[in-house]
């Protein structure tokens, strides 16, 4: 059976745990004890090895398990020119975070700022090379995770070099540009399906974290729109035939996470206004509020929900039947034909991973395939 294009009835979000090997061998490159080249080495086994568990559970849409990278965004922000890491914002008394049970909470966790220092410019591919050794080592549909473009517009004006861009409209063009080129790049490579990973939306739904905008001088509720307005020039000018989808994440390191909050305060624009062909919505707990939001799906769109019903954050294996329940839930708002199914985010959004085994990861991926085949007839 030819395989039908992404996103796929039983999706993923991309990161996969390290094996004990990699993560160490990791830890110690970051110590300057592992050379660059026997660390890659190492990766191109490691990610050979985990396309065939992808393979091997069902998956359709195929990542290197971000194997090559310290954390989802950092790696991919720091290749250009101009823009740099600037710690982690404050929050006040956020923390986050919870045991297997949800009985207590974890350690603060706060999302990480970039200050850029100097004009954008994307001067060497980023995840050109590792996207075509994916490529050239499965048969199904090679998958490429990027940061959104809008974890650059964190830290408001002071976080932008004054020098560099007096004119704040130069600085969102230049980073459409550096996103168009990146993708036009993965396009001549072969990429026919790219996820932007974006926090940000979310972070609005959450009003301690909307805080945080409205004291980087933003104001929340024009910030949907700002975030439409930067992905939609980057996907204005896709290479023919890719599809984009965007994940909506709240956080995601050593199994804490950063806001709560349901999709109310960004769903309409969200889903109307920002040009993609999915959505990968995180409602694996109650920190994601209910389906209500998603009435402001598009009536005939040929765009798709992905539920991420599916937790990476604890151990416990979700049902059956609860999945089906839920989705049957979430088809009162939006068309079953427009649903599929995922975890809720990555299994490792850091090298260092969730707290879960391998074991559990594998049933978990299992279980998604398992139920979008029972409920859509198919995996793909």
Same mark, same amino acid.
């Given at each position: 059976?030819?395989?039908?294009?992404?996103?796929?009835?039983?999706?993923?979000?991309?990161?996969?745990?390290?094996?004990?090997?990699?993560?160490?061998?990791?830890?110690?490159?970051?110590?300057?004890?592992?050379?660059?080249?026997?660390?890659?080495?190492?990766?191109?086994?490691?990610?050979?090895?985990?396309?065939?568990?992808?393979?091997?559970?069902?998956?359709?849409?195929?990542?290197?398990?971000?194997?090559?990278?310290?954390?989802?965004?950092?790696?991919?922000?720091?290749?250009?020119?101009?823009?740099?890491?600037?710690?982690?914002?404050? /929050?006040?008394?956020?923390?986050?975070?919870?045991?297997?049970?949800?009985?207590?909470?974890?350690?603060?966790?706060?999302?990480?700022?970039?200050?850029?220092?100097?004009?954008?410019?994307?001067?060497?591919?980023?995840?050109?090379?590792?996207?075509?050794?994916?490529?050239?080592?499965?048969?199904?549909?090679?998958?490429?995770?990027?940061?959104?473009?809008?974890?650059?517009?964190?830290?408001?004006? *002071?976080?932008?070099?004054?020098?560099?861009?007096?004119?704040?409209?130069?600085?969102?063009?230049?980073?459409?540009?550096?996103?168009?080129?990146?993708?036009?790049?993965?396009?001549? *490579?072969?990429?026919?399906?790219?996820?932007?990973?974006?926090?940000?939306?979310?972070?609005?739904?959450?009003?301690?974290?909307?805080?945080?905008?409205?004291?980087?001088?933003?104001?929340?509720?024009?910030?949907?729109?700002?975030? *439409?307005?930067?992905?939609?020039?980057?996907?204005?000018?896709?290479?023919?035939?890719? %599809?984009?989808?965007?994940?909506?994440?709240?956080?995601?390191?050593?199994?804490?996470?950063?806001?709560?909050?349901?999709?109310?305060?960004?769903?309409?624009?969200?889903?109307?206004?920002?040009?993609?062909?999915?959505?990968?919505?995180?409602?694996?707990?109650?920190?994601?509020?209910?389906?209500?939001?998603?009435?402001?799906?598009?009536?005939?769109?040929?765009?798709?929900?992905?539920?991420?019903?599916?937790?990476?954050?604890?151990?416990?294996?979700?049902?059956?039947?609860?999945?089906?329940?839920?989705?049957?839930?979430?088809?009162?708002?939006?068309?079953?034909?427009?649903?599929?199914?995922?975890?809720?985010?990555?299994?490792?959004?850091?090298?260092?991973?969730?707290?879960?085994?391998?074991?559990?990861?594998?049933?978990?991926?299992?279980? %998604? /395939?398992? %139920?979008?085949?029972? /409920?859509?007839?198919?995996?793909?």
């Amino acid at each position: 059976m030819p395989e039908r294009g992404p996103p796929f009835r039983a999706d993923q979000v991309g990161s996969l745990l390290r094996v004990p090997e990699l993560r160490a061998a990791h830890e110690k490159a970051l110590q300057g004890q592992v050379g660059a080249a026997a660390l890659r080495e190492l990766q191109d086994r490691c990610i050979r090895d985990v396309i065939r568990f992808q393979e091997s559970v069902g998956l359709h849409a195929i990542t290197d398990g971000e194997y090559r990278r310290s954390s989802f965004h950092a790696d991919f922000l720091e290749k250009l020119d101009g823009a740099k890491a600037a710690g982690r914002l404050a /929050v006040e008394d956020t923390v986050s975070g919870f045991d297997e049970n949800k009985a207590k909470e974890g350690k603060p966790f706060a999302p990480r700022a970039f200050a850029i220092t100097g004009r954008l410019r994307h001067w060497q591919p980023i995840e050109v090379e590792n996207f075509k050794f994916v490529k050239a080592n499965t048969t199904r549909t090679a998958k490429q995770t990027i940061p959104s473009p809008t974890m650059l517009l964190r830290g408001g004006r *002071a976080a932008v070099s004054y020098e560099a861009y007096p004119d704040l409209q130069e600085f969102y063009a230049d980073i459409a540009g550096v996103y168009r080129e990146e993708l036009r790049q993965l396009g001549e *490579a072969g990429c026919r399906y790219v996820q932007l990973d974006d926090t940000n939306f979310a972070f609005l739904c959450d009003p301690k974290l909307a805080d945080i905008f409205r004291r980087d001088g933003y104001d929340p509720d024009e910030m949907p729109g700002r975030f *439409a307005d930067l992905i939609n020039s980057v996907t204005a000018k896709l290479p023919a035939g890719m %599809v984009v989808g965007i994940h909506l994440c709240r956080g995601n390191s050593v199994g804490q996470w950063a806001a709560q909050g349901g999709y109310e305060p960004v769903a309409e624009v969200l889903l109307n206004r920002v040009d993609v062909d999915a959505y990968f919505l995180e409602y694996d707990d109650e920190r994601s509020g209910g389906f209500e939001p998603l009435r402001f799906f598009p009536r005939h769109s040929r765009k798709r929900i992905v539920l991420g019903l599916v937790s990476t954050k604890v151990p416990a294996l979700e049902s059956k039947d609860a999945l089906k329940r839920r989705i049957e839930a979430a088809a009162k708002f939006v068309p079953l034909e427009n649903l599929c199914l995922s975890p809720q985010c990555g299994f490792a959004s850091t090298f260092r991973g969730n707290p879960i085994s391998e074991e559990v990861q594998r049933r978990k991926l299992e279980r %998604v /395939v398992e %139920v979008a085949t029972e /409920v859509w007839g198919s995996a793909q």
